[in-house]
């Protein structure tokens, strides 16, 4: 895996508590069943992504994406999150990570962080710098991008998902190698 322009978009990372794996369309119910927590979405540029036809949408467009993961507790062997790679610019060296999901379980702890620390180690492998693309208004993932070690770069309106919204965006460099 020398070649630069090679990214594996959904691979299988295995951290302390969690693992993330390519996301299939058998775990649909499974993340459903997370994701139809109205609570999770109240900040999200679209908050009614807790009812199932928007759900159903967003996880049809999430499989078609080549880059959707399910986020599972070890532990419990449960499915408690999404998150995504996209926008991979390999001349750039750049690549963005978000769709980022959690149970309300599994907020305020280390999971958030570990399941973006495994997703931007694995990315760093052929990118130079990871983006996120957070919703002007969403303040708890504001904060976790904080807690992850993002940076905020500027706020700019973007087209996700066929909607032009006003995001905030922070990316990660990578180190320098000595």
Same mark, same amino acid.
């Given at each position: 895996?020398? *070649? ?9 990372? &295995?951290?302390e508590?969690i693992?993330?794996?390519?996301l299939?369309?058998?775990d !649909? @119910?499974?993340?459903?069943?997370? $994701?139809?927590?109205?609570?999770? /979405?109240?900040? &999200? ?5 807790y009812? +199932?036809?928007v !759900? @159903?949408? !967003?996880f049809?467009?999430?499989l ?7 986020i ?5 062997g +449960?499915v #408690?999150g ?14 963005? #990570?978000?769709?980022? =999901?959690l ?8 999971t958030?962080? @570990? $399941? ?5 180690? %694995?990315?760093f +492998?052929?990118?130079? #710098?990871? /983006? =996120?693309?957070?919703?002007k208004?969403?303040?708890?993932s ?6 992850i070690?993002?940076? =905020?770069? %500027?706020? $700019?309106?973007k087209e996700?998902?066929? +909607?032009?919204r *006003?995001?905030v !965006? =922070?990316?990660i ?5 000595l």
């Amino acid at each position: 895996m020398n *070649d630069p322009l090679n990214l594996e978009l959904q691979p299988r990372l &295995h951290g302390e508590t969690i693992s993330l794996a390519p996301l299939r369309a058998d775990d !649909f @119910e499974a993340l459903y069943a997370v $994701a139809s927590d109205p609570l999770i /979405w109240e900040q &999200h540029p679209d908050p009614l992504r807790y009812q +199932r036809p928007v !759900f @159903e949408q !967003f996880f049809s467009d999430a499989l078609a994406s080549g880059g959707a993961l399910v986020i599972v507790d070890t532990a419990s062997g +449960r499915v #408690i999150g999404s998150s995504r790679y996209y926008e991979w610019m390999p001349a750039d060296r750049e690549i963005a #990570i978000g769709y980022t =999901f959690l149970a309300r379980s599994h907020w305020g702890g280390r999971t958030n962080l @570990e $399941a973006k620390w495994l997703m931007i180690r %694995h990315a760093f +492998r052929r990118a130079e #710098i990871v /983006w =996120f693309h957070v919703g002007k208004n969403n303040w708890r993932s504001r904060m976790a991008m904080k807690k992850i070690g993002g940076v =905020f770069s %500027h706020e $700019a309106p973007k087209e996700l998902n066929g +909607r032009v919204r *006003d995001y905030v !965006f =922070f990316k990660i460099e990578a180190p320098l190698e000595l």
